[in-house]
């Protein structure tokens, strides 16, 4: 059987519509895991879904990786001592305190533009974030940017658990 040029065409545009449309519904699914970034913010999600946790990493348009949040389940049951607290903030609508990394007391090279936090959303909903920023202006634009942040709470790894 031959198709007509037409019909070749006809196809074509019909498979072209439904990859796309396929591609945009994984890419919707995608970012509904992460939280929205704002769009002025010159930042990307890139995600990783695991069975019991989801790992979103922004990156600045030259792929340098300036903030992390790991959204799970599980209590990530890390101790951050209250010597190496710095700022308050908020995420998820909870309080919480930004804490300097420990690096068992050695003082590297960009550690004071660095913070870790963890956060309990809820029962079983936990949120762990780090920041890498460059220097202390970029910290602070970080931390204002995470605290404005709002999570979907039905994209949380193991939330149905």
């Not at 396929?22 to 895991?33: D, E, I, P, V, Y």
Request: aromatic fraction near 6%.
């Amino acid at each position: 059987m031959f198709y007509g040029e037409s019909e070749v065409k006809t196809v074509r545009t019909i498979c072209a519509a439904l990859l796309f449309a396929a591609c945009a519904s994984a890419s919707a699914q995608q970012a509904a895991q992460c939280p929205l970034l704002p769009a002025n913010s010159g930042l990307h999600w890139e995600e990783q879904q695991q069975s019991d946790f989801i790992v979103c990493k922004a990156s600045t348009e030259d792929g340098r990786t300036v903030l992390n949040m790991m959204l799970t389940a599980r209590d990530p049951d890390m101790t951050l001592s209250r010597a190496l607290r710095a700022e308050k903030g908020a995420f998820g609508g909870e309080s919480m305190h930004w804490y300097k990394l420990d690096m068992g007391g050695r003082d590297l090279p960009g550690l004071e533009s660095r913070r870790i936090t963890v956060v309990k959303l809820d029962k079983k909903r936990y949120a762990q974030i780090w920041i890498e920023a460059a220097d202390t202006s970029e910290l602070a634009s970080l931390q204002s940017l995470t605290q404005g942040l709002n999570l979907n709470p039905s994209a949380l790894a193991g939330s149905s658990n």
